[in-house]
């Protein structure tokens, strides 16, 4: 396979001979924690486009697409992608998709079967709302692949709010697709059918076996593009893998319906029972504390002594954030909001206390917690001894498409 594509700039080095797209995801994350060890706020974006110009494309988006395409003519021994396709990539990466839309049709139409084209159109006209025409594009990508799994999922997705739950077309092909089965176990959660949610859950769960969480397999996509063969229940990728979504789907589970029955608690503490899901879902402020509302009000538990409300004056001086990063569920699902907690920044330098005000979820409200725990920060003081405040903070995560 030639290490070159004409669109993009020379390599320093080469792709390797069968580029496969979870090792490069893992690649990624080994570059971040490289840099973070220069610089404690480097991000995983930069990362990518680290690897992508290490293997000699402009944009993480155009090495991800190039790879996937590379899958769909396996067998051939090099690949050019149509300048529209790459076009179309361009506009994504400015949001503008609009445009994007025009340049994937006109991929489509030099090379009508080209599937990863015609998924992202798809993609794009969801971007923009338009449900319909997104439907008719991952149909038309059926007709060429009728298997193909990440078509019936988004096909799933744009029926959520009928009962007829079409990710089940997605398990006739792969009917052990974790994703699938959460997807649809949120969806019964969401019209309150509780039986078949913890039903959902309880399958999940028994396909976890005895996991030590290793989702180290590269080889492993928790939605592929393809229905899986041999077995899976000892896969130890696709264990974790289900521990996490039935956490995930344990989460959003009433507390009350979890006591009855007899499921494990949630390890979150809830201000809000409900799970009040966030409104502002295009809020630009990555992180922030906010409010300063009185510690009765907030809490419905009795705190420990010496413990202030924070105020304008009794703040704590934030040395390091830690950005909270998506689960692998958020992203194929391209779900975005904030989380807001209401934590407590003890007299140690330590957060404790945390209670979700606002939560979101596929393990968005769980990588939110994690990555509060990881913030440092000076204590407030009063007369030069540090103290304990309680007070809020949010965190924002903004879906991309890769």
């Known amino acids: 396979m030639s290490n070159r594509n004409p669109a993009n700039p020379g390599p320093t080095h080469p792709l390797p001979e069968r580029a496969n797209l979870e090792h490069l995801k893992k690649e990624a994350k080994q570059r971040l924690k490289t840099m973070r060890l220069d610089d404690s706020g480097a991000t995983l ?98 007709k060429i692949d009728s298997e193909n799994l990440l078509a019936h999922y988004e096909i799933g997705k744009l029926h959520l709010s009928t009962l007829n739950y079409p990710d089940e077309l997605l398990l006739k092909f792969d009917p052990e697709n974790l994703l699938a089965n959460y997807k649809i176990g ?13 039903a959902k859950y309880r399958w999940l769960n028994s396909q976890s076996g005895n996991s030590t969480s290793d989702l180290s397999d590269p080889n492993y996509e928790l939605l592929p593009s393809k229905p899986r ?23 959003l589970i009433p507390p009350e319906i979890a006591e009855q029955n007899r499921l494990p608690a949630s390890q979150i503490d809830f201000i809000v029972p409900s799970r009040d899901m966030p409104k502002d879902q295009n809020r630009k402020q990555p992180v922030a504390l906010v409010g300063t509302q009185p510690i009765e009000s907030l809490t419905q538990k009795p705190g420990p002594p010496n413990l202030y409300p924070m105020t304008a004056s009794l703040r704590p001086e934030i040395l390091y954030i830690n950005k909270a990063e998506y689960t692998e569920t958020a992203r194929i699902n391209r779900l975005q909001g904030s989380v807001r907690l209401n934590v407590i920044f003890d007299a140690a330098g330590q957060i404790t206390g945390i209670r979700v005000h606002r939560g979101l979820p596929d393990g968005l409200t769980r990588r939110a917690i994690y990555a509060a725990q990881q913030y440092r920060f000076q204590p407030a003081t009063i007369d030069g001894i540090p103290v304990s405040v309680r007070g809020n903070m949010e965190l924002s995560f903004k879906a991309r498409d890769r």
């Open 229 to 251: 063969t041999g077995d899976l229940a000892h896969h130890p990728t696709h264990q974790a893998y289900a521990v996490e979504l039935a956490q995930y789907l344990l989460d």
């Open 186 to 198: 949120k969806q019964f959660l969401s019209t309150q059918n509780y039986a078949d949610a913890i």
């Open 45 to 142: 974006a930069a990362a990518q486009l680290a690897i992508a110009r290490q293997y000699g494309f402009t944009s993480w988006r155009r090495l991800v697409a190039y790879v996937k395409a590379l899958h769909e003519k396996e067998g051939q021994v090099s690949i050019n992608l149509p300048q529209a396709f790459l076009d179309g990539l361009e506009a994504e990466e400015k949001s503008d998709y609009k445009t994007a839309s025009a340049h994937f049709r006109k991929a489509i139409a030099e090379s009508p079967t080209m599937i990863i084209a015609h998924y992202r159109l798809g993609r794009s006209l969801i971007r923009q709302q338009l449900y319909s025409e997104a439907f008719d594009a991952f149909e038309e990508l059926l």
